[in-house]
């Protein structure tokens, strides 16, 4: 904080200190992750919904209980329908192969003789209303009339309708409940609920047919639902919007929409506004069941990254890049979903107010706490405390906060469900966020939501199935950057870097004999952010210092991002040409002051902001300096941009740029862009895309549906010098599998030991384990230096390099290789026997290709570990056991391993396990004896 003074205004001081001094009281105000942020009030249909509670019906109108019990009566009805026509040829999915043709089935048979099922269902319902217990018989028999006129319109249709799409049969069933099946047991197929509001009678299709190609339903609530199959990846008529259904195989397209006309959705399950309430969210919401589909992966990387995901609990919110979003999102956001039984679900990418979560935490309504959950008194848990908002910034405005998503489902177990939402904007009643405010795009106010839903045999075959359509890379990051550690300079000099600290950091390198690959001058070499030029005063001599370091083994890179502040020489020129995004309007005082109250580094932040008369454009990022953001939306304005980057390239020498920022929450408030954004994250797109694929030496940290097909590293967040899942060291190895599942293989770990925050330092444990762990990932990076943790650290980490030295040939071997087909370079324990159900929940091991399993130690004080390894026979690398500066060193035994069972391996301090398969390649090439190694077993 105090390297931000010198280049800050002269309220930086000021921002920063109370800043630091309230993240205590912050922090506190949530109890350690007691977020008081609520669920999304949009849930599928719940059969069991009353209103029994005298105290709750006392503040209900009848109209609303009424509306709950027709609710209740049709689920239940349905239900009982789908029991029943699960049996029926009806909708049975072709089973002999002269029925795997596509198909669909109709309701034409049923209209003259109503099935038997239709017969059961209503006989169902009948009795199901008959014991139903209400509070007066006169709402009763009203109720119980309703029901039966609705089924009697609805009875002489078939109970469902089917279409079939390769080996895949979808069945649509009137109350917007939809399952898919693929010949498997009943237990695995994915059940999907459609939004349709809490009134019985919206559950009256008024539409109900299929044709060969098309499901088509319609409802009384004025909600449609339209199940096609996707489009031939190899029909060159497919539109360029529908590219991310290309190559789907077995899979059916949902369209869903809900007209602005449409009845608000209330949760049953959650109700902190009357149901007739204006605040219910306003969407078209499709939801999966998880426990349907097993164990689950993707989505996006968190800043609480849990591998499986179902063992957190994801708030629903947006669902775009955020440096630490409002519900724990990051910078590498995808749209597809797999499972363990082999469900892959994927959302268009850009659907209209994109809202996502899984596993959402179960809420009361405001102020009264659920007993036993992680709100359990919280605020007290009076009734008359309001459901408090929380405000939510970018970077150094969330300290302090609690890190999302929350875990402890054992406290709460979440809703157990995947929740997809179009909503008409942004806005949220619980969360203040930098796109709340945004208006929306024109148009015809109809929350539209496309989601193709497919079954494959396993959940590798299913994530390569949600991999297919993705662009691929075609080429891979130099051989050099992804079997040598890059070392940079963030962590060690921060903003104070300068000519001089850089060549020392260089040259201690050299003398020690560590590999090198690049080294990344970060923050801050210009004079002012924004300039591409290099300060005069800290480098006075920056081509001298390039042509060293090169000298030295190093390609030397820069950090960049698309920001400038109004003093810079780039901001003066690109302002005068239009070039920098601005705002439609300044945001009024109080409407600031209103958003930031809730939290008070926030509201400081605000109140400074509003002191100092920010000028139109500007926005504070993690940095104290007011800035503006480069309008990447205009052609001019990004070749502008790669103009300057390649004349600093001819003027001094330097290899390429690491590419930070680019997430769309570092936009001004109502971005006023040269080119509308067809979604906010079209911004992260066009930053990937459009400016930093063009350098050979470059990173970046941001990702979404589009940029998978460059051969850039994508970095993962920063990281703060800590051990837990909490965006520590534990994260590490989830977020690296979640990277791969999302279509991202050159994952770049964050730098070894962490960034050294808000004064934390790696202890020498912390240092060693994370070198370890990051030894054998896709590229390696340091910044603080080893030796300066302890000698002892500085030995053990170059013995990491070592290691990965053994395996450089193979690592870009698998890199180029996934340059090519998408798969992910460090795979998941699941992806190399994907049948394995041990594997689904290994969280702190990865494989490196499919010949090499890495279980590295990630809790702290551990000196042994149980270790899981798939199907086969596997060799346990032998270590080297000494101490630094013994020259008596000892080779560990030699040791086979089935594959198949959990075992306990001695994992001290000096030691990485590393598992090689026996017969492999791999192991040939590194002089492995298979034939000794079984004697030593």
């Not at 950090?559 to 070039?579: D, H, K, Q």
Request: glycine fraction near 8%; charged fraction near 20%; hydrophobic fraction near 35%.
């Amino acid at each position: 904080v105090v390297d931000e003074w010198k280049s800050a205004d002269i309220f930086a001081p000021l921002y920063t200190s109370a800043l630091v001094l309230m993240a205590p009281l912050t922090y506190n105000w949530c109890e350690g992750g007691r977020s008081p942020t609520r669920q999304a009030r949009i849930s599928p249909l719940r059969p069991r919904v009353t209103c029994s509670d005298p105290a709750a019906s006392s503040k209900r109108s009848t109209s609303s209980c009424d509306k709950r019990r027709h609710h209740a009566l049709r689920a239940e009805s349905h239900k009982s329908n789908r029991q029943t026509a699960n049996s029926a040829s009806v909708s049975a999915p072709p089973t002999s192969p002269s029925q795997t043709n596509n198909t669909a089935t109709t309701s034409d048979d049923a209209t003259n003789a109503p099935s038997a099922a239709a017969a059961a269902a209503a006989a169902a319902l009948d009795l199901t209303t008959t014991t139903t217990t209400t509070a007066t018989a006169t709402t009763t028999t009203t109720t119980q009339q309703q029901v039966k006129s609705t089924w009697t319109r609805v009875k002489s249709r078939a109970p469902t309708l089917s279409l079939t799409s390769g080996a895949v049969a979808c069945v649509v069933y009137p109350d917007g409940v939809l399952e898919l099946s693929d010949g498997r047991a009943s237990e695995r197929r994915p059940r999907v609920h459609l939004s349709l509001g809490a009134n019985a009678l919206a559950h009256d299709p008024v539409r109900w047919n299929a044709n060969d190609n098309k499901i088509v339903v319609e409802w009384v609530c004025g909600s449609t639902l339209e199940v096609t199959r996707p489009p031939n990846h190899e029909d060159a008529a497919v539109s360029e919007k529908d590219w991310w259904l290309r190559g789907r195989k077995n899979a059916v397209l949902v369209n869903f929409r809900v007209p602005s006309t449409a009845e608000p959705v209330p949760s049953p399950d959650f109700q902190p506004y009357p149901d007739e309430g204006p605040h219910a969210p306003r969407a078209a919401e499709v939801s999966v069941e998880l426990d349907q589909g097993g164990s689950w992966y993707g989505g996006a990387h968190l800043m609480r990254q849990h591998w499986p995901l179902e063992e957190g609990r994801w708030e629903v919110g947006p669902h775009l890049p955020f440096d630490n979003g409002p519900h724990g999102i990051g910078m590498l956001v995808g749209c597809h979903w797999v499972s363990s039984h082999g469900v892959c679900v994927a959302v268009d990418p850009e659907s209209r107010g994109l809202h996502a979560g899984l596993n959402a935490p179960l809420r009361s309504r405001p102020g009264r706490a659920v007993p036993g959950s992680t709100l359990d008194g919280y605020r007290g848990g009076r009734e008359e405390d309001p459901w408090p908002r929380r405000a939510w910034g970018v970077g150094v405005q969330n300290c302090g906060r609690p890190l999302l998503p929350l875990g402890d489902i054992a406290q709460d177990a979440g809703d157990r469900m995947l929740r997809l939402q179009s909503r008409l904007g942004w806005e949220d009643d619980g969360v203040v966020h930098p796109w709340c405010r945004v208006a929306p795009r024109d148009d015809d106010g109809t929350a539209s939501l496309r989601v193709c839903l497919s079954v494959s045999p396993d959940v590798r075959e299913a994530t390569t199935s949600a991999l297919a359509p993705m662009p691929r890379p075609g080429r891979s990051p130099p051989d050099k950057i992804v079997q040598h550690p890059i070392w940079c300079t963030w962590a060690r000099d921060h903003s104070g870097v300068t000519q001089d600290s850089v060549m020392t950091y260089a040259r201690q390198i050299a003398e020690r004999g560590l590999p090198r690959s690049a080294m990344e001058i970060d923050d801050r070499w210009q004079q002012r952010y924004g300039d591409i030029h290099f300060c005069p005063s800290k480098f006075p001599t920056a081509k001298e210092m390039v042509d060293e370091l090169h000298d030295l083994g190093f390609k030397v890179t820069l950090w960049v991002t698309p920001f400038a502040e109004a003093a810079s020489e780039t901001y003066r020129e690109g302002a005068a040409l239009g070039y920098y995004v601005t705002s439609h309007s300044a945001t009024p005082a109080s409407e600031e002051f209103e958003l930031g109250i809730s939290l008070p580094g926030t509201a400081l932040k605000f109140a400074v902001d509003l002191f100092q008369n920010l000028e139109n454009g500007m926005f504070r990022w993690w940095g104290t300096q007011p800035v503006a953001a480069l309008d990447l939306t205009n052609p001019k304005a990004v070749r502008w941009f790669l103009a300057k980057l390649r004349k600093l390239q001819e003027e001094t020498g330097v290899d390429g740029f690491k590419f930070d920022a680019g997430e769309p929450c570092f936009l001004p408030s109502r971005a006023n862009t040269h080119a509308e954004l067809a979604h906010p994250a079209e911004y992260t797109r066009l930053w990937v895309t459009e400016v930093a694929r063009h350098f050979e030496w470059a990173e970046v940290r941001c990702g979404w549906p589009g940029t998978s097909g460059t051969h850039l590293l994508t970095r993962m967040g920063d990281k703060d010098s800590m051990w837990g899942i909490g965006n520590g060291l534990r994260a590490l190895v989830p977020q690296l599998l979640t990277a791969g599942v999302l279509g991202y293989p050159f994952c770049l770990p964050d730098m070894v030991g962490g960034n050294c925050y808000w004064g934390q330092s790696p202890s020498e444990e912390l240092m060693v384990r994370w070198a370890q762990t990051s030894s054998l990932m896709p590229a390696v990076q340091f910044s603080l230096p080893p030796w300066r943790v302890s000698e002892r650290a500085a030995g053990l980490c170059a013995e990491s390099l070592a290691i990965r030295g053994r395996f450089a040939r193979e690592i870009a071997r698998i890199a180029k290789d996934s340059a090519v087909s998408l798969e992910p370079m460090c795979r998941p324990m699941w992806w190399l026997d994907p049948h394995d159900t041990s594997s689904f929940s290994v969280n702190d091991q990865y494989s490196l290709g499919n010949d090499v399993v890495v279980a590295p130690v990630v809790e702290r004080g551990a000196k042994s570990r149980s270790v899981y390894l798939p199907h086969g026979f596997w060799r346990e690398l032998p270590t080297w056991e000494c101490r630094v500066g013994d020259d008596r060193c000892v080779e560990s035994p030699l040791v086979v391993h089935e594959g198949r069972q959990t075992f306990q391996v001695d994992a001290p301090l000096a030691k990485l396990p590393v598992f090689v398969r026996v017969g492999s390649r791999v192991e040939a090439e590194l002089g492995l004896t298979s034939a000794a190694a079984m004697r030593g077993n």
